[in-house]
């Protein structure tokens, strides 16, 4: 195969897919060779080559994408490829487990019955288990005062955010308020007009507890979620999350790529989708030019 399809493309796809990805070229060789060459060309040669993303970046993304879409042996192989390339064991744990929030237990059980097994094997689950999150320790080291300097000025005098942070842990409301901007304090409202106990139990859940573990850096973590709602093509999530990706440090071109890598896995009717989306934000934002001044989206 090497000979056949360019040894350094074979090569680059066993790094990323591990063992699996001799597999998969074989099938694909023995049933359509002229196929297999475009697909090595686009997925391997070309996008797999690219160095927008750093390589951890990039396999994070692929583990919350692989655990969303419940695709058991594409997860396997990438976290055993994540884990050669030196990626934190932990980090990648994180990124199952966050994605709880968007695909449910269903996702997660799944998923954790593909990385038990395979951290068992790669020699590395008893140090998980050994290292657990000091989630008391962060919540005591923070104070309103110092995470008051990264909210919204609206949101900042927004009369709602005292009767939120009353009624609510104001830890919860605080990660909220710095991630999502001028729309936490909405959604938190109208979850509390529905039901002030299952809003209580959504703010802590998700906003004190796992968007506030401090395992992932926010850029890479919102990176992650941007991926996970490409894979299970939710438009109206992500929107709202390559806004914080790009209020959490990540580059315009970084978003950018995460969409096109993801059409190797997910398809092209959604990164269409998806660009619209974002280049809208960027159009919006008046920072066209950061992504090459596109014309508006063609019909």
Known sequence: MPSKYD???????????????????????????????????????????????????????????FTMTRNADALDEALRAAWKAGVEPRETLEVILQSVVYGGNSVIDAALKVFEPAAREAGVLDKLRAEHPPLVENDARRTMDDERKHWHPDDASDPRRDKMMTEHDWRGVSTGLRLRPKHHLNMLSYLHSLDAEFADLWIDFTYRGIYGRGILDDRTRILCIIGNCFAVAEGIQIRSHMRGALRAGAKPREILEVLFQSSAHFGMPTLMKSLVIFVKIMADDGRLAEIGNPPPPVD
């Open 7 to 65: 040894a350094a493309t074979v090569e680059t796809g066993r790094r990323l897919q591990a063992d699996a990805f001799d597999d998969r070229l074989t099938l694909r060789d023995g049933i359509d060779p002229h196929f297999t060459q475009l697909w090595l060309d686009y997925a391997v040669k070309g996008l797999a080559r690219r160095r927008v993303l750093d390589e951890r970046t990039r396999f994070l993304v692929l583990i919350g994408q």
